[in-house]
């Protein structure tokens, strides 16, 4: 069974910066691709970046420059690294795993407000 955790959402001012954790458990590949997703109210959930299992990286292009994923394999960890914050960053942030099909986590609040 494949389970994720995400970690590291609160609030943050506009400018600021968090980093958020997805902690998997559960028998997965090395190779498996992991992504950020983001969903506002209202809103349908976005993809806001991907990396593989070798390291290649894609971002949304409303986030590019500004944030970064990156992955820990050996502690099957993937973090979001979000710099400059703006209010319309505003969302639920779920990671996401595909091994036999697609896991998710159960998402970690972002707020960035003044």
């Known amino acids: 069974q494949v389970q994720l955790v995400e970690s590291g959402g609160g609030l943050v001012q506009p400018g600021g910066s968090l980093r958020l954790s997805c902690a998997v458990s559960?028998?997965?590949?090395?190779?498996?691709?992991m992504a950020w997703y983001r969903q506002a109210p209202g809103s349908q959930r976005e993809l806001v970046a991907v990396?593989?299992?070798?390291?290649?990286?894609n971002y949304a292009d409303s986030v590019k420059g500004r944030f970064t994923i990156s992955r820990d394999s050996a502690r099957k960890t993937v973090f979001l690294q979000m710099n400059s914050l703006r209010p319309e960053d505003t969302a639920v942030y779920y990671c996401?795993?595909?091994?036999?099909?697609?896991?998710w986590g159960q998402g970690t609040q972002v707020t960035v407000s003044s």
């Open positions: 996401k795993i595909t091994v036999d099909r697609d896991y």
């Open positions: 559960g028998s997965i590949f090395s190779i498996s691709p």
């Open positions: 990396i593989t299992g070798g390291g290649r990286t």
